[in-house]
């Protein structure tokens, strides 16, 4: 079985600083997909980014980048240019084929003016 | 595109009430799933379909019932409803992962509070 452990219940980060926030999984399997969620207030959740196993380069998507380290079955998410309205909880995420998620417990992260 | 929705967003019920939450998409996703949401924990899968007909279980599935008879309708039913079936329930949907993982669209959530 698939576990995702994210040791951070709880990080602040002051606007406009860059915030990491850990992720690592344990898993037998080599094919895998690794995702970020985000949950604000809303309830909603909204895909932030997300990483293919057999991909070597670090995902981005604007602001946000991945440092994944296969390895170590690390997979840390970097904010940079913390806004105001990336205060959410963050979910890390890990999906073999089949299209089933396994969770992490989450990060509340709260980014201050 | 309504995407998923899920009806109701508020429910309470009295321990050993039954209730179904309603979910669908309009996505003409093959995969369908639900989630609840604990506080200090993560989203853990309840059940899931791969397809209108075929239904799984997935982490947490006692207690809960579901079936899939068209591709748009996945519903969730308690039959006898628990206190510790307190939680936040997602349905989310996706294109099926088989060759690869797509984006899991999900709902706006349902509270559940059992008394």
């Known amino acids: 079985a698939q576990t995702v452990t994210q040791s951070q219940p709880e990080m602040s980060v002051q606007e406009a600083e860059t915030v990491t926030l850990s992720c690592t999984y344990d898993?037998?399997?080599?094919?895998?997909?690794l995702f970020w969620y985000k949950q604000p207030p809303s309830r909603q959740m909204i895909l932030v980014i997300r990483?293919?196993?057999?991909?070597?380069q670090n995902a981005t998507e604007n602001r946000f980048s991945v440092n994944f380290q296969k390895a170590a079955k690390s997979f840390s998410l970097k904010i940079s240019d913390s806004q105001l309205g990336d205060t959410a909880m963050y979910f890390c995420?890990?999906?073999?084929?089949?299209?089933?998620?396994?969770f992490g417990e989450g990060t509340q992260l709260t980014v201050n003016p | 595109n309504a995407g998923v929705t899920q009806t109701p967003k508020f429910q309470v019920l009295k321990t050993g009430q039954s209730m179904t939450l309603q979910c669908a998409q309009d996505?003409?996703?093959?995969?369908m799933s639900w989630y609840r949401q604990d506080p200090g924990m993560g989203l853990r899968l309840i059940h899931y379909s791969v397809g209108a007909g075929i239904t799984d279980q997935g982490e947490v599935p006692n207690g809960y019932n579901v079936s899939r008879s068209t591709t748009e309708d996945f519903p969730l039913r308690l039959l006898s409803a628990a206190p510790s079936q307190t939680s936040v329930y997602f349905c989310?949907?996706?294109?099926?992962?088989?060759?690869?993982?797509?984006?899991?669209?999900f709902g706006p959530g349902t509270r559940l509070t059992v008394t």
């Open positions: 990483q293919e196993a057999y991909k070597q």
């Open positions: 898993t037998s399997e080599n094919n895998y997909y």
């Open positions: 995420a890990f999906m073999t084929s089949g299209s089933r998620l396994t």
């Open positions: 996505m003409n996703h093959e995969y």
């Open positions: 989310a949907s996706s294109y099926d992962g088989l060759a690869g993982a797509y984006e899991q669209y």
